[in-house]
């Protein structure tokens, strides 16, 4: 199985960036669809983009649509999230997330999906 371990949150004012990273152990990278959830205090934990294993199909949620971007680096067994533009509401923890998939699925929505989570980075925006 794989081992995941997100990095790069932090504190940032609004209008600002981060690049959020997930690190794979154990297994290939290359070898798993790759989703970004996020969940706030009070709140269920919501989808943010998610990435195929082929890395041709991406998909964001609307709320981040144009600001956020999902990426991925087999090679380096890591997967990306450059967040743009960040505004108060996008303040939560984010979990990256591994899907045993076939090389040719798309991309995933669907935290049921997801077979292997990492322990989340904070993400805080000040107004």
């Known amino acids: 199985q794989v081992q995941l371990v997100e990095s790069g949150g932090g504190l940032v004012q609004a209008g600002g960036s981060l690049r959020l990273s997930c690190a794979a152990s154990?297994?290939?990278?290359?070898?798993?669809?790759m989703g970004w959830f996020r969940q706030a205090p009070g709140k269920e934990r919501e989808f943010v983009a998610a990435?195929?294993?082929?890395?041709?199909?991406?998909y964001y949620a609307d709320s981040v649509k144009g600001r956020f971007t999902i990426g991925r680096d087999n090679a380096k067994n890591t997967v990306y999230l450059q967040m743009n533009t960040l505004k108060p509401e996008d303040a939560a923890v984010y979990y990256c997330?591994?899907?045993?998939?076939?090389?040719?699925?798309?991309?995933?929505?669907?935290?049921?999906?997801?077979?292997?989570w990492g322990q989340g980075t904070q993400v805080t925006v000040s107004s």
């Open positions: 997330a591994a899907r045993s998939t076939s090389y040719s699925s798309l991309a995933s929505r669907t935290s049921g999906s997801y077979d292997y």
């Open positions: 154990g297994r290939a990278l290359s070898s798993y669809g």
């Open positions: 990435i195929s294993r082929s890395g041709v199909t991406t």
